[in-house]
């Protein structure tokens, strides 16, 4: 699957800190980003750590509302119902 250029390009996420970046955008908690990629509570945090220093903001709620503006692309879990997802992959069915 290949990433598409976003403003989050000049920030050099790794793709797993794509990852956890939508899942702060979505405003999923350590532990729930950890359940849900099945990692560990501690890694998220490092993911989260290095996330925020990389984007050189002070919090994760900063974080989600910057890769929002900057058009990162939606998580499966966006495009199935999120009306404001950046990206579609074609018509709404309604």
Known sequence: MGQTNTGLDKFDLTPREL??????????????????????????SVHVSRILAKLSVANRASAGVLAQRLGAPATRSDSAGDATAPRSSGPQAT
Not at 20 to 38: F, Q, T, Y
């Open 19 to 44: 990852e956890v970046l939508e899942l702060l955008r979505e405003g999923m908690s350590n532990r729930e980003i950890a359940a849900k990629l099945i990692i560990s509570d501690k890694t998220a």
